[in-house]
């Protein structure tokens, strides 16, 4: 394979727009005039959608825009010295050291491993420095290539490259501090360095899982402590030696997400932090490890180290917190179920007609593509219909039969982890069989997924170990967990929902239910995709699976929460691409008209980079608009049979010119508010405050 960085991907000292999608433009072209690409711009089209998911720009004026594309046939790394800097998202400020990655699509690998080296390249000093002060294309190239592993060795590059970060995970790279270490006696335990081992990781598991580990590892060899560092990022992760962990005298968890296998951790001192701290607090947090590990009082990572596994919350997480998370891991499961689901029975619907549910499954069991069912009661595609109906319709109805057992077992599973899973589902099927509905299904994962997590902590003899995690477990969690749901709680949960929805047929055709559009579309528009977003769209997917043609409400609600979801993207890209431009940022403008298409589809974040950066204006503007098409919606009579697809599931929705507009009239008064607040409104201090020099961990959750 060709060097992934040659001197024709080299620009130095050159202008290549006035914003990011220019640069990054430019640089696709780049590409596939080297013959590495085919189409400049699909190229385009796949970094500028990475893009919008989470700005590239890094802290030290760096960018690193990356996509796997069909249109690449060759792995490039196209590098960019901007004069001047373009704003590629960083919090202290515009980039001017920029790296395109472009790598096939059935390469992940590839891209994955040559983004992580140079990720954790951009951690060293020496290394941008070098670049900015590199004088011509061969010098970039050898600089670059040696960072990625495709120049010469250490000691023949020496004088051309500067070193990349040693691997985290060897425990050499930290084991002998060198002369300069501290001498600090703190940093001691019984006389000798400390030994600490730390676990980084982030959402994405690339650029921030790899730059926290080297922060680390760097402050521990500054301060005189023995610490390695197992980062755990996409491609896979190289397990700290079991010796290495006995030995440790205090552990940090420096992740956003879960810690893979914590129980080879069990016992030992532990202190735990977003994996932004690793990078821009590495030092304090080596200290509050040496603080735990002299306190006898102090977390210790739970379970033992043969427990099946252990997902202890961490000490810094508050119990609200916690449960946020483990609801928000039950339903983003849940959720593939319900829009898979919910868009086969709304086709079904379209080529069977309503009637289907009456005997789909006689249908799809008598009749065959060969034997096709009569009569077809004046279908549009007559017999063929029918059959295909009842065939969607039937795919569709048993995937949302999964709904809250899905959610009870990931909910159990964010608890517990894999020895969580079997006693949820149980508890979910038993919160079905009792009526107790999606309500039943939270209350059963939780209670399978805290007993499940109990068990996983008790000390076992070592012949019965092995049983725990596939026999034990499972057994004694799904028989207590769904055991009261059986014997206590069900019913009471029954009635409760059976309440509920008598409440909500009540008010179909009365003002009552304008009120539930507003308080719904309130939701839908507070923090566009956050925990309050996905409250109200869970509530009205699970309502889905109740649904009928003799209660139809929860269509109602289900009409109300995808038009009030689709407000704010649309809005903005109304907003910023036609009411007042100049209101808004270039990059704004950018997103803008991506938000156009991702409004139409239900993709509420297609407004989030809008509401980064002026949270306050375009939160209240949103909540405004989207209460106006909740109230309309419901007003209107809209119903959706579909779960997810916006315009894109027309024939789900009716009716669906009360459907447009209600989005329309939503989308206006969002638009016109924000326009307003922005020409004759001050934007708050606190958001336009420059940034404090240590910047690394406020770009983290962008670009990890």
Request: a negative charge.
């Amino acid at each position: 394979m060709s060097p992934m960085i040659t001197r024709e991907l080299v620009s130095l000292d050159v202008a290549l727009g006035d914003d990011k999608a220019a640069v990054i433009r430019s640089l696709a072209e780049r590409v596939v005039a080297q013959g590495r690409a085919t189409d400049a711009g699909a190229l385009f089209d796949d970094a500028w959608a990475r893009e919008q998911q989470d700005a590239t720009g890094l802290p030290g004026g760096i960018a690193i825009p990356h996509a796997k594309s069909p249109a690449v046939t060759e792995p490039a790394l196209v590098f960019a010295r901007l004069a001047p800097a373009v704003d590629f998202g960083a919090a202290d400020g515009p980039s001017d050291l920029v790296f395109l990655i472009a790598a096939p699509a059935d390469a992940p690998q590839a891209h994955l491993a040559v983004l992580s080296k140079l990720a954790r390249s951009l951690m060293q000093d020496d290394f941008t420095a070098s670049l900015r002060a590199a004088t011509d294309d061969e010098a970039v190239v050898a600089i670059v290539a040696e960072a990625i592993g495709e120049g010469p060795t250490a000691a023949e590059g020496a004088t051309a490259a500067a070193p990349a970060a040693a691997p985290a995970t060897a425990p050499a790279a930290a084991a002998a501090p060198t002369a300069t270490a501290s001498a600090d006696a703190t940093r001691h335990v019984d006389g000798r360095p400390a030994r600490i081992v730390a676990v980084t990781a982030c959402a994405t598991g690339i650029a921030h899982t790899f730059m926290a580990a080297d922060a680390l590892t760097a402050a521990g060899t500054r301060e005189g402590v023995e610490l390695v560092v197992e980062p755990q990022g996409s491609s896979g992760y190289q397990a700290l030696p079991r010796e290495v962990i006995e030995a440790a005298d205090a552990v940090i968890f420096a992740t956003d997400v879960d810690v893979r296998e914590p129980q080879r951790f069990a016992g030992k001192p532990v202190v735990r932090s977003g994996v932004k701290r690793g990078i821009e607090q590495p030092v304090q947090l080596i200290d509050e490890a040496l603080a735990a590990a002299r306190d006898p009082r102090g977390e210790r990572v739970a379970g033992t180290a043969d427990a099946g596994a252990s997902t202890q919350a961490a000490a810094t997480e508050s119990f609200g917190r916690r449960i946020q998370r483990i609801l928000l891991t039950g339903i983003s499961y849940m959720i593939p179920f319900v829009a898979g689901g919910g868009l086969l029975i709304a086709l079904g619907f379209a080529l069977a007609g309503y009637t289907v549910t009456e005997n789909a499954a006689t249908i799809i069991i008598d009749n065959s593509l060969w034997n096709l069912p009569t009569p077809t009661d004046g279908l549009a595609l007559g017999p063929v219909g029918l059959y295909l109906g009842s065939v969607f319709f039937m795919i569709g109805a048993t995937s949302m039969g999964f709904l809250v057992s899905a959610l009870a077992g990931y909910i159990a599973f964010a608890i517990a982890d894999r020895p969580g899973i079997a006693p949820g589902f149980v508890a979910g099927a038993v919160a079905v069989l009792m009526n107790a509905g999606f309500i039943g299904g939270i209350i059963g994962g939780l209670l399978a997924g805290m007993v499940a997590l109990w068990l996983t902590r008790l000390p076992a003899p070592r012949w019965l170990r092995g049983l725990m995690p596939v026999v034990i477990i499972p057994l004694v969690a799904s028989i207590a967990a769904s055991g009261l749901m059986v014997l206590v709680l069900g019913r009471p949960i029954a009635a409760l929902m059976t309440g509920l929805t008598e409440w909500l047929n009540g008010l179909a055709g009365t003002s009552g239910i304008v009120l539930v559009g507003v308080i719904l579309g309130l939701m839908m528009c507070f923090d566009l995709g956050g925990p309050v977003n996905k409250v109200a769209y869970a509530f009205a997917t699970a309502g889905l699976a109740a649904a009928s043609t003799d209660s139809t409400t929860p269509y109602l609600i289900m009409g109300a929460v995808m038009a009030a979801g689709m407000v704010p993207p649309l809005a903005m890209a109304l907003a910023s691409t036609v009411l007042s431009r100049s209101s808004f940022t270039p990059v704004e403008r950018e997103n803008g008209k991506a938000a156009w298409l991702l409004g139409a589809a239900f993709i509420s974040e297609g407004a989030i980079p809008f509401a980064a950066a002026d949270p306050l204006r375009v939160i209240a503007a949103s909540m405004a608009g989207g209460a106006v098409t909740g109230a309309l919606s419901m007003a209107l009579g809209v119903q959706s049979l579909a779960p997810h697809g916006g315009v894109f599931v027309f024939f789900a929705i009716t009716p669906f010119l009360g459907f447009l507009v209600s989005i329309i009239a939503g989308t206006v008064v969002t638009a016109l508010i924000v326009v307003a607040l922005k020409r004759f409104t001050r934007r708050p201090v606190a958001e336009v405050a420059s940034p404090a020099p240590a910047t690394a961990g406020a770009t983290a959750g962008a670009t990890a």
